[in-house]
């Protein structure tokens, strides 16, 4: 929106009121499929044509499948943080634009994604470090300087090269690592100092579930896929659980599930489930990346002996891996969900005798975790009942454990 009112030349100041007073708004993406809703997003923040975290994970799918036939293709495996290429989970439509290395290859990366965006070739996304910034148009015209947000949704004007420049290198983090430290601060600010303001007045149920899930909730979802914001999705929930005491005038000891019950509470959304449920979708798409090392690490580590989210074990408190996380949102469902991801083995994990019998097997759920816990803290796994009739060492190493 704020390149379509500098392109119609809108001075600065009334271009930013307009902006403020349109809040937030639907955005629609054109996909090979046809125009489609991405949900509401506050606009000033990211770009109004990348996709929605919301439905990134289908149609990052199909926009790589076709890019992966363009010349010169750049072939892109995602992952969170350890080894691997380092393109990480969020990883929007534009910067596809930029991952590249000719000119001839931009030339057919901007006609793909210009079916997925609707745009002419724009690069540039909201806490991107942006190595170069390219326009690809008809006639070589773009628009001069186009301010992108920051990663303290501060506008920085984008300097633009020459496409031939390329992306030299595939050494980069989007969304992932420690990026939500950087992001939210600015962003906390603003929502302690407005929850200041709503205790000083007399609202409504109505306008402060309005707030919390049209306003603050928003503000903060795309935030939720990156890494640093694992454990702290719960405590927003836990301060707009503070706010709403204080502003509904509720007693301490409301149980927690009233605030999220929409049909007889208040009705509030659950940012630290919004977080998982985004979370997961990004996690699917990644875990069926070919040869992804962080889930088969995770398998080794782990001491199971098949795919951990065929049948999820609740990881032990002390494991706070990304993957963890995906796997400890996935087995407290009721009942717990199962997830179809594409396996091969690793091979620590394949067994070396003909009568073995996988341990988790005969383990009761109850014990589960425990058994995970002492393969975490021993370099000797068990996974066989073979294993633990397997002489003095394992003897020795359960004891260590």
């Not at 000033?44 to 996709?51: H, M, N, P, V, Y």
């Not at 301010?147 to 390329?166: H, I, K, M, Q, T």
């Not at 341990?359 to 759920?365: D, F, G, K």
């Amino acid at each position: 929106m704020d390149l379509i009112y500098r392109g119609i030349g809108v001075p600065n100041t009334p271009r930013e009121l307009m902006i403020d007073l349109l809040g937030a708004g639907e955005i629609d993406v054109r996909t090979a499929f046809g125009w489609i809703s991405t949900g509401a997003r506050e606009f000033g923040i990211g770009q109004g044509s990348i996709l929605s975290i919301l439905h990134i994970a289908c149609y990052m799918d199909c926009l790589q499948n076709q890019l992966e036939k363009c010349p010169d293709p750049v072939h892109i495996t995602h992952h969170h943080e350890g080894s691997g290429i380092d393109i990480s989970s969020t990883l929007f439509v534009d910067d596809q634009l930029d991952v590249t290395t000719s000119h001839r290859g931009i030339q057919a990366r901007s006609a793909v994604t210009n079916v997925f965006t609707g745009k002419m070739g724009t690069g540039g996304v909201f806490g991107a470090a942006k190595s170069f910034m390219m326009y690809l148009a008809p006639m070589n015209t773009h628009y001069d300087a186009v301010e992108l947000n920051d990663g303290y949704s501060v506008p920085r004007p984008v300097p633009v090269v020459a496409p031939d420049e390329g992306f030299k290198h595939l050494g980069i983090y989007q969304g992932g690592g420690n990026l939500w430290e950087a992001t939210i601060s600015p962003v906390w600010v603003r929502l302690t100092d407005e929850a200041a303001r709503l205790q000083r007045l007399q609202i409504s149920l109505e306008q402060f579930r309005y707030i919390v899930n049209s306003v603050w909730i928003p503000r903060l979802r795309y935030r939720m896929v990156l890494g640093g914001a694992i454990s702290v999705a719960g405590m927003v929930d836990t301060f707009i659980r503070h706010v709403a005491r204080s502003v509904l005038r509720l007693p301490f000891s409301t149980p927690r599930y009233v605030y999220y019950d929409k049909l007889n509470g208040i009705g509030l959304a659950n940012c630290e489930r919004e977080a998982n449920v985004h979370r997961l979708q990004e996690a699917l798409r990644i875990l069926n990346t070919p040869s992804l090392p962080r889930l088969e690490a995770y398998q080794s580590n782990a001491g199971l002996t098949e795919n951990q989210l065929s049948v999820p074990i609740s990881p032990p408190a002390h494991i706070r891996t990304w993957e963890a996380q995906i796997i400890r949102f996935a087995s407290k469902l009721k009942p717990p969900l199962r997830c179809a991801v594409r396996w091969t083995p690793p091979p620590a994990t394949m067994s070396a005798r003909a009568n073995d019998r996988p341990l988790l097997t005969i383990t009761p759920p109850s014990l589960s975790k425990i058994l995970i816990a002492v393969n975490w803290n021993s370099n000797y796994k068990l996974r066989y009942v073979g294993d633990i009739s397997g002489g003095e060492r394992s003897l020795e190493s359960c004891e260590a454990a």
